[in-house]
């Protein structure tokens, strides 16, 4: 005998029997007017996803500071490293066992000793562009409404970087760059620390004045060089890299116009990188080790020279990688004479000189050259290879 089902809602064959409704006359229902029981809630309709407003997505200002962070700082010690391995690559020309050889003999402090005195100048000049080119990128970007373009890479750098690294970077350029480039630091420290003319003084001849004040203090500093450059005929670069630095550096200050931030932007980028590339070539190919000339030969009997850089020294050998390439292991008891000579890199172009310091020579070099001058080349350094 089957049982109906109660109000609670038991379980039948088909499934669960809803409680019934109870009654409500119809006759008793107040509508509105567009017919809906008074008292009875609507359900509201559903907005359709196009209709949403779109929120773009902001990244956490922390988070984009510890990325760009991270980046920057990666950069900044990955590249030396990279140089480095790279360096003995090229010194060993190419052969894997010479390669091996240097790796074993030349310690990570020696390395890093030479990396820095030839790399120095590279890795200013790549932090002094970013610093430059980063700040007016920077300031132009700040100038447009927010959200109109996303901030550039350097000018992220820029900003995270503390004031101390840029000056740091600038005093690294200017002890290590050569002084025919040292007046191009004067448009990237106003580019880096926006100084305008207007900053000098509010009233317009006040600032006249220091602006000529310090435009004739860097003329009797550079008039003795540029004279002698014209009389000597030299290459335009030279004059060039003379006036038109101080000159640039009045205007070098952004901000930029909008329609020129996105373009340049993507454009230094890649002008920078592509520079750095340009004068890493240089650097990847200088040696490690010094250039010497070692005079070899039995005792009263004939000599010989080999020309290349002494990798190690023991009791019975010394190995010399030759500058033609290859090793060469020679005894120690047919060594007669050893000299050191300077590469064609370091021989002068030019016949100019700033108040006694010569214009291919860096602050560094300059000084150093005061305290132990240069003695002449050794006939040995001259023979043909």
């Given amino acids: 005998m089957s049982t109906a089902p109660t109000a609670t809602g038991d ?55 510890a990325r760009a962070s991270q980046s920057f700082w990666t950069a900044v010690v990955g590249v030396p490293a990279i140089f480095s391995v790279l360096r003995l690559g090229v010194e060993a020309g190419g052969e894997l066992q010479t390669t091996l050889l240097l790796v074993a003999n030349v310690g990570p402090v020696n390395l890093l000793a030479g990396f820095l005195t030839t790399a120095a100048r590279l890795l200013s000049t790549g932090l002094v562009a970013v610093f430059a080119l980063g700040a007016v990128l920077a300031v132009s970007v ?32 200017l002890l290590t760059w050569p002084l025919l480039y040292l007046p191009l630091l004067l448009p990237a420290f106003a580019a880096a620390f926006q100084l305008r003319p207007d900053r000098l003084h509010e009233w317009v001849l006040p600032r006249l004045s220091a602006i000529a004040a310090l435009l004739a203090g860097y003329g009797w500093l550079m008039l003795p060089t540029l004279r002698d450059a014209v009389e000597q005929g030299s290459e335009r670069l030279v004059l060039v890299l003379i006036v038109v630095p101080p000159l640039l550096a009045l205007f070098i ?98 016949r100019l000189r700033i108040h006694d310091f010569h214009i291919e020579d860096s602050l560094l070099e300059g000084m150093g050259r005061r305290v132990r001058p240069v003695h002449r080349i050794d006939a040995a350094c001259r023979i043909p290879h």
Avoid at 254 to 271: C, D, F, H, N, Q
Avoid at 326 to 346: F, H, I, K, M, S
């Fill in 142 to 173: 700040d100038r447009l409404p927010p959200g109109t373009l996303r901030r550039p890479l350097f000018a992220r750098w820029a900003d995270l970087t503390p004031a101390w690294v840029v000056v740091a970077s600038f005093l690294l350029a």
């Fill in 253 to 350: 200050a952004g901000p930029l116009p909008g329609m020129v931030i996105r373009p340049l932007a993507s454009l230094t980028e890649v002008a920078v990188l592509a520079m750095l590339v340009w004068a890493a070539l240089p650097v990847i190919s200088t040696p490690v080790l010094p250039l010497t000339v070692t005079t070899v030969g039995a005792e009263n009997g004939p000599t010989e020279d080999v020309r290349g850089h002494v990798v190690t020294t023991d009791d019975v050998n010394m190995v010399i990688l030759q500058e033609r390439g290859g090793v060469r292991y020679v005894p120690v008891d047919l060594v007669r004479a050893q000299v050191l000579c300077p590469t064609e890199e370091e021989l002068p172009r030019h």
């Fill in 11 to 65: 379980a039948s064959a088909d499934g669960p029997v809803p409680p019934p409704r109870a009654s409500v006359p119809t006759d008793h229902v107040e509508v509105d007017a567009a017919g809906w029981p008074t008292g009875v809630p609507r359900a509201e309709p559903a907005v359709p996803v196009a209709d949403v407003e779109q929120v773009p997505v902001r990244w956490d200002p922390a988070e984009r500071r």
